[in-house]
């Protein structure tokens, strides 16, 4: 069974500080990975997706993606209150010749940056 | 770019009485569109996904059902409802040749 490990926190920082998601997953063929951000009572936000090893920026964010060790991190650099909200992981078999085209979720992580 | 739309935004309705959500699809063909639901403090659950018009597959047995009338048209249907059926009802649709989901703004139903 494909399964996604995300620490549900609450995960708390400081304005301007690095907020650090991590995500782990247990399916070695997976190809594609996406973070989304969910704010409460709102639907998911897609903010970053990364099919290669290596580092992904985009602005404030950063995806991290090691194949080897199965994981994706999310990085939020000169985090801001407006970022506190949760953080969802999820990784597709599909981003290759094949796969399906139904990604598995993490349950999320609640991030909190306090002023 | 592609818009998802919704509705009702919010909906509440009494255990037993069917159910009717839409979601409409604008800015695209022929999208994967899919029904997830996520129940308070919970992850997301994937419903039903469809590849095009009449073409529905079930991810979990239970009392709801599916169709997609229209390619960018997607509804998500009870004859009965039950309390375990509250929720946040999201469609989301992936566009052809990417792997990307992008969700609407979703339904939230509580029966009661």
Known sequence: QKEVEQNSGP??????AIASLNCTYSDRGSQSFFWYRQYSGKSPELIMSIYSNGDKEDGRFTAQLNKASQYVSLLIRDSQPSDSATYLCAVNLA????????????????????? | SQT?????????????SPLSL???VEGTSNPNLYWYRQAAGRG???LFY??????????VPQNLSASRPQDRQFIL???KLLLS?????????????LYEQYFGPGTRLTVT
């Not at chain 1, 981003?95 to 002023?115: A, D, E, Q």
């Not at chain 2, 469809?50 to 991810?59: H, T």
């Not at chain 2, 059926?85 to 040749?97: E, V």
């Open chain 2, 77 to 79: 249907s009870s004859k």
């Open chain 2, 85 to 97: 059926d509250s929720g946040f009802y999201l469609c989301a649709l992936r566009l052809a040749g």
């Open chain 2, 4 to 16: 998802i739309h919704q509705w009702p935004a919010t909906l509440v309705q009494p255990v037993g």
């Open chain 2, 50 to 59: 469809s590849v095009g018009i009449g073409q529905i597959s079930s991810e």
């Open chain 1, 11 to 16: 995960l708390s920082v400081p304005e301007g």
């Open chain 2, 22 to 24: 839409e979601c409409t």
């Open chain 1, 95 to 115: 981003g290759g010749s094949g796969g399906s085209y139904i990604p598995t979720f993490g349950r999320g992580t609640s991030l909190i940056v306090h002023p």
């Open chain 2, 44 to 46: 997301l659950q994937l």
